[in-house]
């Protein structure tokens, strides 16, 4: 009888390390290329647009202003972005590189317009 509960509790104990050790796997990744339906817009435009507005820019973050805000430029212009850490996901960018930021307008009043980005990604050059 104590053998087999010995076994019982054995079993048990694997099957938790076993679910413990699958809960702190990494399940990140995914698919890696062109979007359907996904319209890149510039600065100028997400400017005109209404506050919730959905985005996708094109361009460049050139500095940092401290606490997860930074300025994106592209060739019409620069917004205030915010990016929480969470969603950099290791990602490392320099103002050399070029980037694509998903994310939704923010509109205050008396304040400029900035993006909330939800997803960064570095842009690829394009290879023949």
């Not at 938790?16 to 100028?44: I, M, S, W």
């Not at 209404?50 to 805000?69: A, F, Q, T």
């Not at 930074?70 to 850490?85: H, L, M, N, Q, R």
Request: a negative charge; proline letters at 3%; one cysteine or more.
């Amino acid at each position: 009888m104590k053998k087999i509960l010995l076994l019982s509790a054995t079993v048990l104990l694997c099957g938790a390390l076993v679910q413990t050790a699958d809960a702190k796997k990494d399940y990140r990744g995914g698919f890696v290329g062109p979007q359907a339906n996904v319209e890149v817009v510039t600065v100028a435009q997400v400017k005109k647009m209404s506050d919730d507005s959905k985005v996708v820019l094109k361009g460049n973050i050139v500095s940092s202003l401290g606490d997860e805000h930074y300025i994106f430029k592209d060739a019409t212009g620069s917004i205030d972005v915010e990016i929480e850490k969470n969603r950099w996901h290791g990602l490392t960018v320099t103002p050399n590189d070029e980037v694509r930021l998903m994310g939704e307008l923010d509109k205050h009043w008396f304040e400029e317009p900035s993006v909330d980005v939800s997803d960064i990604n570095i842009v690829q050059p394009m290879t023949e």
